[in-house]
């Protein structure tokens, strides 16, 4: 599962500004909606007009703000010359076609069209993509309304709706209280298959009724039997109980909100977590490797290169080795 932040999209774009410098564009148009922050970082950097599809369409006034003039000075949108047409992503091409389909033909002659980030290598449908980024793939601005929430489960405290602080968490009156009034966070687009929850089962109707209160779609809402808030810490059954379903759910991706439990769930289960409380995607990939305990780690460096390498490098690397794994 490939996922980017808004932090990614930024220095993304940063990286490959040598791509957009220096071809003369005057302006940017931006496809609402994800297209319009990547269109106006671009404007920013190139410190030129920005624009949306449908005011360029229109040919409407352009405005700057009053502490810095932009490159090029234009007054309507149709003054320019060269302009780049933004999207966020593109992996079809259809709505790039759409947007294309609905500028003037005289205008398309000044179009050249950018996408920040192409399924493929090879896009023959756009001029210019910035970042090659495979399927799956996911974005932090539009995660929570996108169909990958059919087959995911998501936490509720800390991803549907805020954390309760210490005193309200004190299994009892507060704790009602808190889940029938808690502030909502994140609130997904779409049905979602199954919430897994540390909440304890015998808060599913406060739990049932905030959910219904704020019109959240669900399959399966996965609560922990257990007694109470002390016998679950007892057992530290948060990550464990959210893995288990995780795991034979066949579901694709689990949302969480603490990183310690996201990275349990991911190295239980060996599928991608999302932790909306780091904004990363925690990836078994390298965690079959380095979550295990330094001795089995060094048992199967020792095992590689004693079947791979030269004698002399053999010996080289060894020592070096078992003093880092050591320290660490």
């Known amino acids: 599962m490939n996922y980017k932040s808004f932090a990614d999209l930024s220095i993304d774009i940063n990286n490959n500004l040598f791509k957009l410098n220096n071809e003369g564009y005057d302006l940017i148009v931006g496809i609402p909606r994800s297209g319009m922050i990547p269109a106006y970082m671009i404007g920013l950097y190139l410190n030129v007009h920005v624009t949306s599809l449908d005011s360029f369409i229109k040919n409407e006034k352009l405005t700057s703000g009053v502490s810095r003039n932009t490159k090029m000075s234009l007054i309507y949108t ?57 399927r799956p793939r996911v974005f932090e601005w539009n995660i929570f309304h996108s169909r990958l929430m059919k087959n995911a ?63 959240i779609q669900y ?48 190295t239980a289960t060996g599928k991608p977590v999302f932790c909306t409380g780091d904004n990363q995607m925690y990836m078994p990939s390298l965690s079959k490797i380095f979550m295990k305990p330094p001795k089995s780690l060094l048992k199967q460096w020792e095992h590689a290169i004693a079947v791979k390498l030269p004698s002399p490098i053999k010996k080289a690397i060894r020592p070096i080795y078992r003093t880092l794994i050591f320290k660490h």
């Open 219 to 266: 399959d399966e809402l996965i609560m922990l039997d257990l007694p109470s808030k002390k016998e679950r810490q007892k057992l530290g059954a948060h990550a464990k109980h959210k893995a288990a379903y995780y795991s034979q759910s066949g579901l694709d991706l689990f949302i969480e909100s603490a990183p310690a439990q996201a990275l349990a769930i991911m």
């Open 78 to 134: 149709m003054d320019a010359q060269k302009v780049l047409l933004v999207d966020d992503s593109i992996v079809t091409g259809k709505a790039m076609q759409l947007a294309l389909e609905s500028i003037p033909d005289n205008i398309k002659k000044n179009i050249t069209t950018c996408a920040i980030y192409s399924d493929k290598k090879n896009k023959p449908d756009i001029d210019i993509y910035l970042e090659h980024v495979k």
């Open 153 to 215: 489960c998501l936490d509720i405290d800390g991803v549907l709706c805020i954390d309760p602080t210490e005193d309200e968490n004190d299994d009892g009156d507060n704790y009602i209280h808190f889940i029938l009034n808690a502030k909502p966070l994140h609130l997904p687009s779409t049905k979602l298959k199954a919430l897994v929850t540390s909440r304890l089962e015998k808060y599913r109707p406060q739990t049932e009724q905030w959910l219904k209160a704020h019109n």
